[in-house]
C-alpha cells in the first residue's frame, strides 16, 4: 500500500514538472511547444530546430550570415539574449567557421584542406552550399569555389552572397517574388486582408481567350493556390508552363510544335528530343547520348535519327539523369601535370549509388559507379592510373601518390581526392588517422610522434624511416631523436647549410689531417683530405698516409713513387733513382735528361723536354747585368747591345723572327712590353710553356703579363717577384706561406729543421713529420703523426724495432700484424768485413795465376820453336800469324 502510494506521488511530482516545462517553452496559438519547431529542454528551454530561433522558435531565420544582430546564423538558437552555436560555429552571431574532418559537413561536402592541412570551410557538392554545406544552393553556374545549384520555385530569384575577406565560402538563398515564401519560394499566398486575390491576370486559356484567375485557399495544406489554370500552366500561381507551351497572340504552341504534350510531358516527332522536343534527336555520330549512353539506329529504317540507349544507372532522352537509386553526384576532370598533381579542367555530373561515394566525390573521383553482377551490388570500375583499395573499394593512384595498393597510406589513413579548386588543382594524398601524420617522403601516415616542430612534413626529418614503435630509424650518416644531426664520421654539406644533409667525414673533425694534408669538400665523395708531399691517399680510409718509397714525394701506394724529391727521377718500377749530378730533375740517368739544371747552370736547350746543362750567365760579352735569378741559377736581365733583350734569359738581337715575335718593345737592352703568347719578367720575355719560364709562372695571362706564379714567386705588379729564402709560397718577400723541403714556418720565415727530418714542425729532432733517407720514423709505428727519426744503422731495439748495422736506406713496413723495420741498401745486406777481405785475396791469386801462366807459355814457345836459330820477325801482314793480345780502341787489352 505504502509502495502504491509513493508511486502515485511520483507520477504526480513528473506531471506537474512537465506542465512547467511545458509552460516555461511557452506555445503558439494552437497549443504547440515552441511553436511547434522545437522541443521543450528539461530547463524549460527551447531546443528549436535548424532555421528557427528565439526564445520560443518563433524566429525563421536564413541558414546564412546576413541575419540581424537579435539573431543568430547558419541555425544557431537565441535564447537567453545570446545565441547558442551550432557545433563549429562560434562568435557572437555564430558567424564563424570551422571544419576539422568531413563529418562536420553536411549532404556529402568535404572538410576544405589546402597541402593535407585542415581548413577553414566545406566544400559543397552540387546543389548545396554555406559553410557548412547545410544550405540548399540555387545559382545555376559553377563559380570559382566548384558550387553548382539549382533555381528557386515560382519565379523567385537566386540571391548570391560571394566570398569576400572575411568570409571565404560561397552561400545563397531566394528571393521569393510576392506572394511566395519558403526556402525555394515553394510556399503561396494570394489573398491578404486588403486583397482577397492576388492571382496573376492577362492569361489565355487553351483557345487563346483571356482567363480569369481566382485565389483559393487549400485547407488540408494549409496554403492558397489560384485556378482554374489553363491545360498548358500549372503551379500555385499558374506560372508554370507545361511542354514548353508559348504563348505569341492568340496563337499557342507546345513542344516546340515538334511533338504533343500527353500527361504533362512531351512525345517528340521522329528526329527531335528533348523535354521540349527542342533538341535534335540523337544519331550514330553526333554524340547526343553523352558518355552514359548509346544511340540506337534502326539499320533497316528510313531515318538516320534513333534514340539513346542508356548505362546502367542513367536515364532520359539524352542519358542525363539518373536512374534510381543511384543519385547525381559532381565529378572534376582533371589531367596530370606530370608533377604529381593536376590541373582541374572542367566540371561535370556523374550518376552513383552510395556504395560508390567516397568523401562526397564518386570513387574517390578516379573511377565510374558500374553495377557488379558478382556481388548483385554497385561498386567502383577504376579509370587507367588507378587501383581499387581493397580496404575502401575506392579508387586509389597506382604512381605511389598513397604508397602501393598493399599498404595504403602504411594502413593508418585513407587515400582521398583532395581538391584547391580557387588555384584549380587537385591530387590524391593520404589523410591519417588521429595521432598518425602525413610523411611527405612516403607518402604514408605514421606515427606523429616522429616528427619534430622544425620538420612538421617529412617524418624523421626525412633522412629516416619511423618504426612501428614510432622511433625514428636513422639513414645512415644521421642521428638524432629525429636524425636531424649528422652522425660520428660524416658532416653536413656547406654548400646547402638549411638542407641539413650530411655527408662522409674522411677527415675525421679534423681539418688538417693529422697535419699530414688539408681536408677539402668534394660534392660526391664528402670530406676527404687532399694530402701533402711525401703522403698519399689511401683508398680505402681515405687518410692520409706516408710514402715509404725512399725520395720519394708524391706516391702512388706506400711503395710505389710517382714523384721523387729533386735529385732522382721514378723509374717505370715506382723506385726513385738518382739523376746526373748535373740535374736537379730529370727524367733519366744520363746528362742530357736534364728538366732543370743544378744551381750555377743553365740548360743549353730551352725548347725541348730535356737538356744537357752549361754554364749560367756571366757578365760581358753579350749580357751587361745577369740579374735574374731563377732557381738559383743567373739569367741575363739587360743585354750589352741596346737593340737586343733577353729572350728566356738570353740575349737576343730584335732581328731574329723570333726575338721580334716575342718582345713588342724594346729599349736599352731590355723589353719593357712583351707579347701575348709571353710574360715580362727581369727585364727579358720568358714563356711559360718551357724551362726557364715555367719555373716563375704557371699561367700566361694572354697579354704580355703573368696571371698565376708559380711555387717560389708571388704576384708583385704584374710581374712574379720571388720570395724569401727556402719559401716555397708566400704573399710578399717577408710572408711566407709555406716553406720547401728541410725547412719549417716560423713568424713569416723558414727556418731549418733538424737534420734527420725532411719535412718537420719545429727545431727539434722530435719535431720530424717525414724522415730523410737514412732515417726511419720511429714514431710511425706507434701511429704518431711526428716525432723523432732514427738511424737506419742504430742497432737499439725500442718497442720491438732496431736498424741493422751498416744499413743506409730502410723504412718501417705497416702492411702487418705489426710494424717490422725493412733494409733497402742491398750493401748494408753484404757479407762482413773478413769475407770481404778473403774474396779479395783469392781474386788476386787467380788474376796472378792466369799472368804467369801466359808469360810461361809465350816463352816456353818462342824457345822451342827457334831451336837455336836466328828468329824469322812476322808482322801482322803474314798471312799464317794470330795474334792473342789485342786491344780496343781505348788500348785495353781484351
Keep these: 500500500m505504502l509502495r502504491s502510494v509513493y508511486l502515485l506521488f511520483g507520477i504526480l511530482v513528473f506531471t506537474a514538472a512537465t506542465d512547467r516545462q511545458v509552460a516555461a517553452c511557452g506555445g503558439s496559438a494552437e497549443g504547440l511547444v515552441c511553436n511547434g519547431h522545437g522541443s521543450c529542454g528539461s ?52 558567424e564563424k567557421f570551422t571544419c576539422t574532418s568531413n563529418t562536420d559537413c553536411y549532404n556529402g561536402g568535404h572538410c576544405y584542406r589546402e597541402d593535407g592541412r585542415t581548413g577553414s570551410y566545406c566544400v559543397c557538392p552540387k546543389g548545396y552550399s554555406g559553410a557548412d554545406c547545410y544550405v540548399e544552393s540555387c545559382s545555376p553556374t559553377w563559380d570559382e569555389y566548384g558550387h553548382t545549384t539549382t533555381y528557386c520555385n515560382n519565379g523567385g530569384t537566386c540571391q548570391v552572397s560571394e566570398p569576400s575577406t572575411t568570409r571565404n565560402y560561397y552561400t545563397s538563398w531566394c528571393e521569393c517574388r510576392t506572394g511566395f515564401n519558403g526556402t525555394k519560394c515553394e510556399t503561396y499566398a494570394c489573398s491578404t486582408t486588403d486583397n482577397p486575390n492576388l492571382c496573376p491576370v492577362g492569361l489565355k486559356d487553351d483557345s487563346g481567350d483571356s482567363l480569369e484567375l481566382t485565389c483559393v485557399h487549400d485547407d488540408t495544406a494549409d496554403d492558397d493556390y489560384c485556378g482554374p489554370c489553363p491545360s498548358h500552366r500549372g503551379g500555385l500561381d499558374c506560372g508554370i508552363v507545361y511542354c514548353g507551351a508559348k504563348e505569341n497572340g492568340n496563337e499557342l504552341t507546345v513542344c516546340n510544335d515538334q511533338g504533343r504534350c500527353v500527361m504533362n510531358t512531351c512525345l517528340c516527332k521522329p528526329g527531335y528530343a528533348g523535354d521540349t522536343c527542342e533538341d535534335e534527336a540523337c544519331t550514330s555520330r553526333n554524340g547526343k547520348c553523352g558518355k552514359h549512353g548509346t544511340c540506337i539506329v534502326d539499320p533497316n529504317g528510313d531515318s538516320m535519327f534513333g534514340y539513346c540507349e542508356c548505362n546502367s544507372g542513367y536515364t532520359g532522352s539524352f542519358c542525363d539523369k539518373c536512374d534510381a537509386p543511384l543519385k547525381e553526384h559532381y565529378h572534376y576532370i582533371v589531367v596530370s601535370d606530370g608533377k604529381g598533381s593536376y590541373n582541374v579542367w572542367d566540371n561535370t555530373t556523374v550518376c552513383a549509388e552510395t556504395a560508390c561515394v567516397f568523401d562526397g566525390t564518386v570513387c574517390n573521383n578516379a573511377g565510374s559507379c558500374v553495377f557488379n553482377e558478382t556481388i548483385n551490388n554497385w561498386g567502383c570500375q577504376c579509370d587507367q592510373g588507378f587501383e581499387k583499395d581493397p580496404n575502401t573499394g575506392m579508387c586509389v593512384p ?49 606515427s606523429s610522434m616522429c616528427f619534430s616542430s622544425e620538420s612538421a612534413t617529412s617524418a624523421c626529418s626525412g633522412r629516416g624511416d619511423c618504426t612501428s614503435q614510432a622511433t625514428c630509424a636513422c639513414f645512415d650518416g644521421y642521428a638524432g631523436t629525429y636524425c ?51 703522403f698519399f691517399q689511401d683508398p680505402d680510409t681515405k687518410r692520409c698516409v706516408q710514402c715509404q718509397a725512399p725520395h720519394c714525394l708524391h706516391c702512388g701506394t706506400a711503395d710505389y713513387c ?29 746528362s742530357k735528361d736534364c728538366l732543370v739544371c743544378a744551381p750555377g747552370t743553365v740548360r743549353t736547350d730551352t725548347s725541348g723536354t730535356t737538356s744537357g746543362c752549361g754554364p749560367e750567365c756571366s757578365e760581358g760579352g753579350d749580357c751587361n747585368f745577369c740579374g735574374a735569378v731563377i732557381g738559383g741559377s743567373k739569367y741575363c736581365s739587360r743585354c750589352s747591345d741596346s737593340s737586343s733583350y733577353p729572350l728566356d734569359g738570353v740575349c737576343t738581337s730584335s732581328t731574329n723572327s723570333r726575338a721580334t715575335n716575342a718582345c713588342e718593345t724594346i729599349g736599352d737592352g731590355v723589353c ?16 711559360a710553356g718551357h724551362v726557364p719560364g715555367s719555373e716563375v709562372c704557371a699561367v700566361a695571362a ?28 708566400c704573399t710578399s718577400s717577408t710572408n711566407c706561406q709555406n716553406c720547401t723541403h728541410g725547412f719549417f714556418l716560423q713568424g713569416g720565415s723558414c727556418v731549418g729543421c733538424h737534420e734527420s727530418c725532411v719535412r718537420c714542425s719545429g727545431p727539434g729532432a722530435d719535431k720530424c713529420i717525414v724522415c730523410k733517407t737514412g732515417y726511419f720514423g720511429q714514431f710511425l709505428a706507434n701511429g704518431g703523426t711526428s716525432g723523432s727519426c732514427r738511424s737506419c744503422s742504430d742497432t737499439k731495439s725500442i718497442d720491438g724495432l732496431a736498424g741493422q748495422k751498416g744499413c743506409s736506406m730502410c723504412r718501417i713496413d705497416l702492411t702487418g700484424e705489426s710494424p717490422a723495420f725493412l733494409c733497402l741498401d742491398p750493401v748494408g745486406k753484404g757479407l762482413s768485413g773478413g769475407a770481404i777481405a778473403a774474396i779479395v785475396i783469392v781474386v788476386l791469386v787467380v788474376v796472378g795465376g792466369i799472368a804467369g801462366f801466359c808469360i810461361y807459355w809465350f816463352l816456353f814457345r818462342n824457345k822451342t820453336k827457334t831451336g837455336g836459330k836466328k828468329l824469322r820477325s812476322r808482322t801482322a801482314d803474314d798471312t799464317d800469324y794470330v795474334s792473342l793480345m789485342n786491344t780496343d780502341d781505348s788500348g785495353a787489352f781484351i
Design 43 to 94: 530547463d524549460g528551454v527551447c531546443n528549436c530546430e535548424l532555421g528557427f530561433s528565439g526564445d520560443f522558435c518563433e524566429l525563421t531565420v536564413r541558414l546564412d550570415a546576413s541575419v540581424p544582430t537579435d539573431q543568430c546564423n547558419y541555425g544557431g538558437n537565441y535564447n537567453n539574449s545570446k545565441c547558442n552555436c551550432r557545433n563549429n560555429y562560434s562568435g557572437q552571431n555564430c
Design 398 to 446: 597506382n604512381d605511389g601518390s598513397c604508397s602501393t595498393i598493399d599498404n595504403i597510406c602504411g594502413g593508418q589513413g585513407v587515400c582521398e581526392f583532395n581538391l584547391d579548386i580557387k588555384n584549380k588543382k587537385a591530387k590524391w594524398q593520404c589523410l591519417c588517422r588521429p595521432r598518425s601524420m602525413l610523411d611527405e617522403r612516403t607518402k604514408i601516415c605514421v
Design 484 to 534: 636531424s644531426s649528422c652522425a660520428d664520421g660524416y658532416r653536413a654539406n656547406p654548400n646547402f647549410p638549411s638542407l641539413g644533409l650530411c655527408l662522409r667525414d674522411y677527415c675525421l673533425g679534423d681539418d688538417t689531417c693529422g697535419g699530414r694534408g688539408t681536408c677539402i669538400f668534394h660534392p660526391r665523395e664528402g670530406y676527404v683530405c687532399e694530402c701533402d708531399d711525401d
Design 562 to 590: 710517382m714523384e721523387c724529391m729533386p735529385g732522382y727521377y721514378a723509374g717505370v718500377d715506382g723506385v726513385c733513382k738518382k739523376c746526373d749530378p748535373a740535374c736537379v730533375s730529370c727524367t733519366g740517368p744520363g
Design 672 to 687: 719593357t712590353s712583351c707579347n701575348k703568347k709571353y710574360f715580362l719578367h727581369q727585364g727579358g720575355c720568358y714563356s
Design 702 to 729: 694572354g697579354n704580355g703579363s703573368c696571371s698565376q706564379c708559380n711555387s717560389g714567386f708571388y704576384q708583385g705588379g704584374r710581374e712574379c717577384t720571388p720570395c724569401g729564402n727556402n719559401c716555397a709560397q
